[in-house]
């Protein structure tokens, strides 16, 4: 008997164990639910990874650039302009002055939108952005500036009689290109100075209330 009993008893644990393994197939049907959908812990996402996830949507798409060749006179314009407000540069040559003075007349009635688009690129690129930290850091200044800056609104066609030549300077106004550098830079120069951020609000506010006259293209 004792020799029975010592054969039957291994013989019953290793029936109890392959009786265990049938049994774990069934106890992973648990994790399903009654619908046959597999049911998963639930994953914890933490602000910074929600953020990273979403990270594209929150991006604002680069300003379409024109040429170097055809970007670089106007940067060498505008920075010889912003500088002759800080040194004696307007009495070597007076013209520098006076391309000052053009582009905020080119902001108060732009006739040119192709030129203006240039220049507002180039206020934001001109010297690696020398120009655009001369504007922001010395406000007293370029108070003139920066006040036309903030009210030019783009979405409005500019006052031009309708022909075929005006119709194709407006081609920028038309396609959105001068929005898009304005815009770009309005951002850039609340960037450079945070006390820009409720201009930039109504400047862009103004651009959204009032009646816009764009094609279908944009």
């Not at 019953?12 to 812990?41: C, L, R, W, Y």
């Not at 500019?158 to 081609?171: F, G, Q, T, V």
Request: glycine share 2%; aromatic share 6%; proline share 8%.
């Amino acid at each position: 008997m004792a020799a029975l009993a010592e054969t039957t008893l291994p013989v019953s644990i290793a029936m109890a164990d392959h009786n265990m393994e049938q049994e774990v197939p069934e106890e992973s049907h648990d994790s399903e639910a009654p619908d046959g959908i597999t049911k998963f812990p639930p994953t914890i996402v933490t602000p910074d990874q929600a953020l990273a996830a979403k990270q594209e949507y929150y991006t604002l798409p680069k300003c379409v650039m024109p040429s170097p060749s055809e970007l670089q006179p106007i940067e060498t314009f505008v920075m010889n302009a912003i500088q002759s407000q800080h040194n004696e540069a307007a009495a070597i040559d007076p013209s520098h002055a006076q391309g000052y003075r053009a582009i905020i007349e080119g902001l108060k009635r732009p006739v040119d939108p192709p030129m203006l688009r240039l220049v507002l690129i180039a206020l934001r690129t001109a010297g690696n952005g020398t120009a655009l930290n001369l504007i922001t850091t010395h406000s007293t200044i370029h108070a003139q500036l920066v006040h036309w800056l903030f009210r030019f609104n783009p979405t409005l066609r500019p006052k031009i009689p309708r022909d075929e030549e005006s119709e194709s300077l407006c081609a920028t106004f038309y396609d959105g290109s001068l929005l898009d550098a304005h815009l770009h830079l309005i951002l850039a120069m609340v960037s450079a100075r945070t006390v820009n951020l409720v201009p930039a609000l109504t400047c862009v506010w103004k651009m959204l209330s009032e009646n816009l006259d764009l094609t279908e293209s944009l």
